[in-house]
């Protein structure tokens, strides 16, 4: 395929050189005359193992060559890769100015084109920005419309600088957010081979998803230094703690606890943060990752409250009220600062839980529901009917099993208010469904 990658920097160089290698007929272009001679003398614009000798090959071979003019760039071309800057303006915001202009010469030059190319932004930008902003660039500099004349798509860059050939050519999987089917081709035809399994999903998905990734990396640096201080202040081998952490594929390195729901609570995590902030406290350490942990986690209890509050009707029905389903365990169950608050606030409050039996709460749960919950025994039904009859705003607040299919229950005059993503919202026909952060 004929491909054109705008900017020659990190991204667009591994791109362009990767690409070529796998037999596309690729032009760089860069408004930096430095990079584009570079290329052309089959030099490689940037320090990258592995890139010079890419690089080198493909000039040679006729099947990479640079400009700096898009328009010369483009007779021929089937895709085009916008990999230019988005840096951070003065204010933080992202700065998509460097885009917009490639999208505007990209534009320009398909005037008339006559030809379906696809447009694949590379660059990292927030969701929104390639239907919201971009597109109307294209649309307008192009005279042409989306999904018509021309294809629009997001693909997220996941590259590492030291091993970016290795990442290009051995991804796991290659993300591609696509506008229409035919970029979603298009694109399927340029990484036959390479990047690993191809997952289409939806342009805005695949823009967070960069953001998440590169997040979530951040944080684990942050994680992972925040318990080495406090290691060492401590006289313990952070690294090999941190080593030992690794070794749990099942809770630690895992998919377990990183789908969004409702807030963490129980017995243990909430104690065992305090008491590892309040030895970090006894240090004079500052730990701010691990210290706005808890704090994140009452936003988002304050957060579950002004859903339910939002719709204005006084009787609710609680669903699920220890913090994970088949337990009775109601210590520091987030869901309880729920009702809580809204008791105190006059709502009239049903509750319904399959594993509470108030007869058989004892000990420190029992004390626990006399000093802090002394509602619970005259709110708390064995049955769950009662408690649909009675409610106006149903909230889910654990997995219990018998929650999950209460989808096609929920009446027309009924909202549901799922904390826990317990619930198929597309099976909530009648009503209204609202999940938490979903
Ligand atoms: N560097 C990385 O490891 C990496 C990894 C993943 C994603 N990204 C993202 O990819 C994007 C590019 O990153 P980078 O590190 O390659 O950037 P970079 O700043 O190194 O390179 C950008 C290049 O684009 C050129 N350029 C700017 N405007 C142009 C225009 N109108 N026409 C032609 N060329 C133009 C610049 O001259 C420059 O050479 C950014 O959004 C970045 O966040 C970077």
Redesign the pocket.
């Known amino acids: 395929m004929r491909v054109v990658v705008?900017?020659?920097?990190?991204?667009?160089s591994v791109c362009s050189a990767c690409l070529a290698d796998r037999g596309h007929d690729v032009v760089g272009?860069?408004?930096?005359e430095y990079?584009v001679d570079c290329l052309r003398r089959g030099e490689s614009p940037i320090v990258e193992r592995g890139l010079p000798d890419l690089i080198a090959n493909a000039v040679r071979g006729g099947r990479l060559s640079a400009t700096t003019r898009?328009a010369e760039a483009m007779p021929g071309a089937e895709i085009v890769l916008v990999?230019?800057?988005?840096p951070s303006a003065e204010d933080g915001s992202l700065d998509l100015s460097?885009v917009k202009?490639?999208c505007a010469?990209v534009g320009t030059a398909l005037k008339g084109a006559g030809r379906f190319v696809t447009v694949v932004m590379?660059?990292?930008?927030l969701p929104g920005s390639v239907l919201d902003e971009l597109t109307p660039v294209i649309v307008q500099s192009s005279g042409g419309k989306a999904g018509r004349d021309f294809g629009v798509a997001y693909n997220p860059?996941?590259?590492?600088?030291g091993t970016?050939v290795e990442d290009f050519f051995g991804a796991d999987y290659t993300v591609l957010g696509a506008g229409c089917e035919r970029a979603a081709a298009a694109l399927r035809q340029l990484y036959t081979g390479v990047g690993g399994e191809l997952l289409v999903t939806a342009i805005p998905t695949a823009e967070m998803l960069k953001y998440v990734n590169n997040s979530y990396h951040a944080l684990k640096v942050a994680f992972a230094n925040e318990f080495g201080r406090l290691c060492k202040r401590e006289g313990v081998d952070s690294h090999e703690v941190m080593r030992l952490m690794r070794r749990d594929t099942k809770l630690n390195l895992s998919g377990a606890y990183l789908s969004p729901g409702f807030a963490f609570g129980g017995s243990c995590l909430p104690k065992d943060l305090r008491a590892v902030n309040s030895r970090a406290r006894r240090h004079d350490l500052d730990l701010p990752v691990l210290a706005s942990v808890q704090r994140s986690n009452d936003l988002h209890i304050a957060d579950a409250i002004h859903l339910i509050e939002r719709f204005k009707k006084r009787r609710l029905g609680f669903l699920g009220l220890s913090f994970k389903a088949g337990t009775d365990d109601l210590r520091e169950s987030p869901i309880l600062r729920v009702i809580g608050t809204l008791v105190g606030k006059g709502y009239d409050v049903l509750l319904h839980d399959p594993s509470l039996d108030m007869h058989r709460v004892l000990g420190a749960n029992r004390r626990f529901v006399e000093a802090e919950l002394p509602y619970l025994p005259e709110r708390l039904r064995p049955e769950l009917d009662p408690v649909l009859a009675h409610a106006e705003v149903v909230v889910i607040g654990n997995r219990s099993a018998e929650y999950r299919t209460l989808g096609p229950r929920v009446r027309a005059d009924q909202v549901m208010v799922d904390l826990v993503a317990a619930v198929d919202r597309g099976t909530v026909t009648a009503g209204e469904y609202h999940g938490l952060a979903w």
Do not use: N, Q
């Open positions: 705008v900017g020659l920097g990190y991204v667009g272009v860069d408004t930096s990079k898009i990999c230019v800057g988005t460097h202009r490639a010469e590379r660059s990292t930008m860059e996941f590259l590492r600088e970016a």
